[in-house]
C-alpha cells in the first residue's frame, strides 16, 4: 500500500511491520473465541457455493435454515441444474432477492458445462460465474478451497478503517489490504475470524470494550472521527422497505410462486396501480423471474408448450 491520500483527504500512514504483526497475532489468537456457530464451515465447495451466494443479500440468521433445505434438495451442482428455475425460485421464497436464484441455477449449469459438474475453484473461474462479484469468489476460493486470498465485505471493511489505518478506505485499497494481511497457511481461519469480529464487534455501532482487537486498534488509540463511517464498501441504511418497489416486486414473485396470474391479478397482490403492474411485470421478466405466455405470467418452467396452448385456443 502507498501513502497516498485517502478519499477524504486523509493521509494513510502503513502501519510498520510491528503494527501488522500485532494486529495479525491477535486476529489469529481469538480465532476460536470469535467463531460464530455455521453450519457450513469446513463443508463442501457446494454447500460452501451455497452459502456465500445466499449471504450475499441474507443474514446468517435467516439463511441458516434455508441452506439446509436448499443443499438437501441440490446435493450437488448437477442437481441443481438439472432442476427447473421454477423450483429453485419456489425453495428460494422468503431469501429475497430472487435475481440471486436465476444466476445460481445457470452458475450450475455452468459448472456442469464447463467444470465437469464441480464448483471451480481459482478466482478467475470463480468470478466468470453468473451472480458472483469479487466477495464471492475470494470468499469461496478461500472458504472451499484455502487459497491464499483475503475478503472484504462491509464487516471486514470497519474493521481496516477502524482497527488497522484508522483512515477511510477507498475500495481498492481495502481489497489490497485484506490479500496483503492474509495468512497464507491458513486463509479461511483467518478470513472467517475477521468476518466474525466485525459481525459480533465492529458493528456500525462499535462494542470496543468487549472486542478482541482492542489492544491493537488504531481507532482506539489515537482517536478521531470513526474512519468507517465513509469508507467504501461500508454499507449505508437502505431505504424503507414498506411501499418500495422492492416490496411490490416480492408480493408480485408470491403471487405467481402460488399460481400463473393476470396482470391484474398481479396489480392486486402488489397494491399498485394496473400501470405500476405493468412495469414492475416487465422488470420481472427481463431479471428471468417470470415469463409471459398470452396474458398470464408463469414461474420460468411452469408455462405451458406452445403446442399446449394451440390445443386450449
Ligand atoms: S476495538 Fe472497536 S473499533 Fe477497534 S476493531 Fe474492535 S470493535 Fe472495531
Not at 471493511?157 to 482497527?163: K, L, M
Request: glycine share 6%.
Amino acid at each position: 500500500m502507498s501513502s497516498r491520500p485517502f478519499a477524504n483527504g486523509h493521509i494513510l500512514t502503513p502501519p510498520g511491520t510491528k503494527e501488522f504483526d500485532a494486529f495479525r497475532r491477535r486476529v489469529l489468537a481469538s480465532r476460536q473465541r470469535v467463531a460464530r456457530d455455521l453450519p457450513w464451515t469446513g463443508s463442501s465447495p457446494w454447500a460452501i457455493y451455497l452459502s456465500e451466494v445466499m449471504l450475499q443479500q441474507t443474514s446468517v440468521a435467516r439463511a441458516r435454515e434455508q441452506w439446509r433445505i436448499l443443499l438437501h434438495r441440490y446435493p450437488t451442482p448437477g442437481d441443481l441444474a438439472a432442476s427447473s428455475l421454477a423450483e429453485l425460485l419456489r425453495a428460494w421464497a422468503g431469501l429475497g432477492y430472487p435475481r440471486r436464484a436465476v444466476a445460481l441455477h445457470q452458475a450450475a449449469q455452468r459448472m456442469v458445462a464447463v467444470h465437469g459438474g464441480d464448483v471451480p475453484s481459482t478466482v478467475e473461474e470463480l468470478l466468470d460465474l453468473p451472480g458472483v462479484g469479487p466477495y464471492t469468489a475470494n470468499a469461496v476460493a478461500s472458504f472451499a478451497f484455502g487459497a491464499p486470498v483475503g475478503v472484504l465485505d462491509t464487516n471486514v471493511g470497519r474493521v481496516f478503517a477502524r482497527a488497522v489505518v484508522n483512515a477511510p478506505l477507498r475500495t481498492a485499497d481495502a481489497w489490497a489490504l485484506a490479500h496483503q494481511l492474509v495468512s497464507r497457511r491458513s486463509s479461511a481461519s483467518w478470513n472467517q475470524a475477521l468476518l466474525d469480529i466485525g459481525a459480533q464487534y465492529c458493528r456500525p455501532q462499535p462494542t470496543c470494550t468487549e472486542c478482541v482487537l482492542v489492544s491493537v486498534c488504531r481507532w482506539q488509540r489515537e482517536g478521531g472521527e470513526d474512519p468507517a463511517v465513509s469508507s467504501a464498501g461500508v454499507s449505508r441504511p437502505q431505504a424503507l422497505f414498506a411501499g418500495s418497489r422492492r416490496q411490490a416486486r416480492g408480493r408480485m414473485m408470491r403471487a405467481v410462486e402460488e399460481a400463473p396470474r393476470s396482470l391484474a391479478a398481479l396489480a392486486e397482490a402488489a397494491e399498485v396501480t394496473l400501470d405500476s403492474a405493468r412495469d414492475i411485470v416487465e422488470s420481472l421478466r427481463r431479471d428471468g423471474l417470470v415469463v409471459q405466455r398470452r396474458q398470464t405470467y408463469y414461474l420460468p418452467g411452469d408455462e405451458p408448450r406452445k403446442s399446449a396452448i394451440r390445443v386450449l385456443t
